[in-house]
C-alpha cells in the first residue's frame, strides 16, 4: 500500500498507471451520489486528464476533477505550482470525492503545504506554507464562481 501512495504522489515510479488503479479502486462500490452541478466550467472535451479552465500565465493553478482517475494530474500540478485550485463539484460519488480529499490530504501533508475549503460546495484551495493568495487571484477565484467562504 505505501509502494501504491509513493507512486500515486509521484515519489516512485510504476510502469503502468494501471497497477496503481487495481489496487485502489477494488474497495468499497457505494451508489450514493452527489448531485450533478448545473453549471458549465470546462473549456474543453477533448482529453479530460487535461482540463484546464484558466491560461497558463495566471498564478493559480485550477484543476476541476471528475473521477479519481484524474488524480495524476492533480499530483503533477501541486507538486510544480505554489497555488492549486481542486473544483471537485463533478465527482458526484460521496466514496470516491471523499477518497480524493484524503488522497490530496495526504499529499499536503508529504509536501509540508496547506489544504483549505474555498467554496462549501466542494472547492479547495492547496498552498505550500510561503505562498499566498493574493487579492487579486482571490477575486478572479471570486469572479469563475470557485472562491465563496
Not at 487495481?22 to 450533478?36: A, F, I
Not at 466514496?95 to 474555498?118: A, P, W, Y
Not at 477575486?139 to 470557485?146: A, T, V, Y
Amino acid at each position: 500500500m505505501l509502494n501504491k501512495f509513493l507512486i500515486l504522489i509521484g515519489l516512485k515510479h510504476s510502469e503502468t498507471l494501471e497497477d496503481v488503479k487495481d489496487g485502489l479502486l477494488d474497495t468499497n462500490t457505494s451508489t450514493s451520489k452527489v448531485l450533478p452541478s448545473t453549471e458549465k466550467r470546462f473549456v474543453s472535451e477533448s482529453d479530460p486528464s487535461e482540463i484546464m479552465v484558466h491560461s497558463t500565465e495566471d498564478e493559480v493553478e485550477i484543476r476541476a476533477l471528475r473521477n479519481w482517475s484524474e488524480l495524476e494530474a492533480l499530483g503533477d500540478a501541486i507538486k510544480e505550482n505554489n497555488l492549486v485550485c481542486i473544483d471537485l463539484r463533478d465527482v458526484y460519488d460521496k466514496n470516491e470525492r471523499q477518497r480524493i480529499k484524503d488522497f490530496t490530504s495526504g499529499m499536503v501533508h508529504v509536501l509540508n503545504s496547506k489544504f483549505r475549503i474555498i467554496h462549501p460546495d466542494g472547492v479547495y484551495l492547496v498552498r505550500k506554507k510561503d505562498a499566498n493568495l493574493t487579492a487579486a487571484e482571490r477575486n478572479r477565484l471570486e469572479s469563475l464562481g470557485l472562491y465563496k467562504v
